[in-house]
């Protein structure tokens, strides 16, 4: 019997349309929820994700600003935005779209770690990853977020289960770690270069995939039953695929959360959670 599959962009209409109540009860408090986003230089891809992203804070009734600069900023006007945005009590979220031109690579830390963890609605702040890992109130990275939304979905209880973490980012793979130990689950991380990679894979009743390797977890990889969720997206010929090879896949999982249409229309609606979750907070 194929996988069941959990579909990421009826849950993130959903989640949405729930936050449009909270976010009328901050309006008639005189709050209206509002992101300010810093879009840096002319790569297409990061504006439309921006684009996308204020589209989402306006369909919610909040209200996404984007703070667009040229390609050639320097560091110091960077900071200089986002200390007056940590300072101006109608913004709620700020985040910075990544990637940044590459004669910010070397500060990108530094940029982030600036925002006001209060505003950190990406999460990536080390505030809010300490809060993660002491077991804190904080704002959870917004893919992470998503897998664990995704999860919820199956109706399983996670205590005691094998979960397989494939890759070790601060976006997906650390965060979603820990949040799956907070669950009850046994939690291996594997990087996904490791010779025995399949040996891990085999094992996990829970299969997060987060590699940048097109269609490569095929169903000889999964444990049957199991519940994949596939964060990845890459392109290949023009079309979007995960890191998991759908068809086989989903012959063997018992769930799957596919790339495209799981984690990734998931994104923003947790995204907007946050946001939603920072404008009580402030408000309060």
Do not use: R
């Not at 009328?24 to 002319?42: F, N, Q, R, S």
């Not at 894979?201 to 940048?212: S, W």
């Not at 994949?228 to 959360?257: C, F, P, R, Y």
């Amino acid at each position: 019997m194929p996988a069941q599959i959990l579909d990421g962009k009826k849950l993130s209409n959903e989640i949405k349309e729930g936050l449009k109540a909270e976010v009328e009860a901050l309006k008639a408090k005189g709050v209206v929820p509002t992101i300010g986003m810093l879009l840096v230089g002319d790569d297409e891809a990061s504006a439309l994700y921006v684009g996308l992203k204020a589209k989402a804070a306006t369909a919610i009734g909040g209200e996404g600003k984007t703070f667009k600069l040229p390609e050639d900023v320097t560091f110091e006007e960077i900071m200089e935005l986002i200390d007056k945005l940590n300072n101006d009590p109608s913004i709620h979220g700020i985040l910075v779209q990544l990637p940044l031109p590459k004669h910010l690579h070397d500060k990108e830390k530094a940029i982030l770690d600036a925002i006001n963890p209060e505003k950190d609605v990406d999460g990536f702040h080390p505030t809010s990853i300490g809060n993660l890992v002491i077991g804190d109130d904080g704002f959870v990275g917004c893919t992470a977020f998503a897998c664990m939304k995704l999860l919820e979905l199956t109706g399983q209880d996670l205590k005691g289960k094998h979960a397989v973490v494939v890759g070790h980012s601060i976006e997906v793979g650390k965060p979603v770690s820990m949040l799956l130990f907070a669950k009850g689950c046994v939690v291996t991380i594997v990087h996904p270069d490791d010779p025995k990679l399949t040996e891990y894979t085999k094992q996990g009743d829970v299969l997060i995939l987060e590699m940048a390797k097109p269609k490569f977890v095929t169903g000889d990889m999964v444990k049957p039953g199991a519940i994949v969720i596939d964060t990845g997206s890459n392109w290949v010929d023009g079309k979007q695929v995960g890191d998991a090879d759908k068809e086989s896949v989903e012959q063997v999982a018992g769930w799957l959360s596919p790339s495209p249409g799981g984690v990734g229309p998931m994104i923003i609606a947790m995204l907007m959670y946050n946001l939603v979750k920072a404008a009580q907070q402030q408000s309060a």
